[in-house]
């Protein structure tokens, strides 16, 4: 048996698999294991593919979305960072790291200081 190169699941005459084939076999196998997301549900073969590009996003940092957005069929990194980004642990980490420095003043009131407000 030869193994496709160009796609990443295919079927023994490297055809691409038929989508719905593969979801009724993961949810069959994932019934079976009795996987629940943490949404309290069980896991589609589609929350695999969204929790793969959302580690890679972690993992890769800012300098891999476009290959990322390119692996996955994005046409630019936008979609992939409105759908994926705002889910990592790292982003929201970093998004209230820059919310705090914003809002952080230039240099802290000391008891008995009038501030202008």
Request: a positive charge; aromatic letters at 4%; glycine letters at 10%.
């Amino acid at each position: 048996m030869r193994i496709s190169r160009s796609l990443i699941l295919s079927a023994h005459d490297e055809q691409p698999r038929n989508p719905t084939c593969l979801s009724k076999q993961w949810a069959s196998l994932s019934a079976s294991w009795g996987l629940i997301g943490t949404q309290g549900r069980r896991i589609t073969f589609h929350d695999l593919r969204h929790s793969a590009i959302t580690a890679a996003i972690e993992a890769g940092g800012d300098g891999e979305v476009e290959n990322i957005a390119s692996n996955v069929g994005h046409s630019d990194v936008t979609m992939t960072l409105n759908t994926y980004g705002s889910e990592t642990s790292a982003g929201k980490r970093r998004s209230a790291r820059q919310a705090g420095e914003y809002m952080r003043p230039a240099s802290r009131p000391r008891k008995g200081d009038h501030v202008n407000a």
